[in-house]
């Protein structure tokens, strides 16, 4: 069955820092590849997608890499802030209409001052 | 308007009652999504309303019953849940692209009680 991994525990950095988040994948050949940030009891907000023939892309800050041979994406965040605590989601997606979207399990950032 | 609404944000129900939740988004969105999310867990996706139709309904019990009056408008009536029902209930909407390349819009959330 599909699975998609993301390091369960919480990350700590400092302010400042590089924030490498992971995004691991099995049964599974994705198209695309979203991520998406999530606030404490508020819904996930969309941040980047890359497609399966990109190897990276990037907004701002973010930084996200997708290699369909080790079937892994890398999310990145440079000059990490105590705002960009929270914990951010993986969703690989296909090629068919109106997305069944399936997100990883989630890892909580924490950026200390 | 680039937002999705839920109402209400809290709600508390007993096992025997009847209540219903409300998701509202006026983007032109044609997809419509009900997801649950434990603690600590992500979200999991429920049913899929495409142009106001049932298109994926993940093997959700029969106490919860979506329903898509228009394409702006999403319930979830619920009846007779669990106590293991009480969760955070996300609403989410897509544009009408072909492709998994849709982006989703979450609104803020149900945070519901089942006592």
């Known amino acids: 069955s599909q699975k998609i991994e993301q390091n369960s525990e919480a990350l700590n950095i400092q302010e400042g820092k590089t924030a490498t988040l992971t995004c691991n994948y099995t049964n599974y050949s994705p198209a695309y590849l979203q991520w998406y940030r999530q606030d404490p009891g508020r819904g996930p907000v969309f941040l980047l997608l890359?497609?399966?023939?990109?190897k990276e892309k990037r907004k701002e800050r973010l930084k996200v890499t997708f290699d369909t041979t080790l079937k892994q994406s890398l999310f990145h965040i440079t000059a990490s802030q105590p705002a960009d605590s929270a914990t951010y989601l993986c969703?690989?997606?296909?090629?068919?209409?109106?997305?069944?979207?399936?997100f990883g399990t989630g890892t909580r950032l924490l950026v200390s001052p | 308007d680039t937002e999705v609404t839920q109402t209400p944000k809290h709600l508390v129900m007993g096992m025997t009652n009847k209540k219903s939740l409300k998701c509202e988004q006026h983007?032109?969105?044609?997809?419509m999504y009900w997801y649950k999310q434990k603690a600590k867990k992500p979200p999991e996706l429920m049913f899929v309303?495409?142009?106001?139709?049932?298109?994926i309904n993940e093997s959700v019990p029969s106490r919860f019953s979506p329903e898509c009056p228009n394409s702006s408008l999403l319930n979830l009536h619920l009846h007779a849940l669990q106590p293991e029902d009480s969760a955070l209930y996300l609403c989410?909407?897509?544009?009408?692209?072909?492709?998994?390349?849709?982006?989703?819009?979450f609104g803020p959330g149900t945070r519901l009680t089942v006592l």
């Open positions: 983007m032109g969105h044609r997809a």
């Open positions: 890359i497609r399966e023939n990109e």
């Open positions: 989410a909407s897509s544009p009408p692209l072909a492709g998994g390349k849709d982006t989703q819009y």
């Open positions: 969703a690989p997606s296909g090629n068919t209409g109106f997305q069944k979207l399936v």
């Open positions: 309303y495409s142009y106001e139709k049932l298109s």
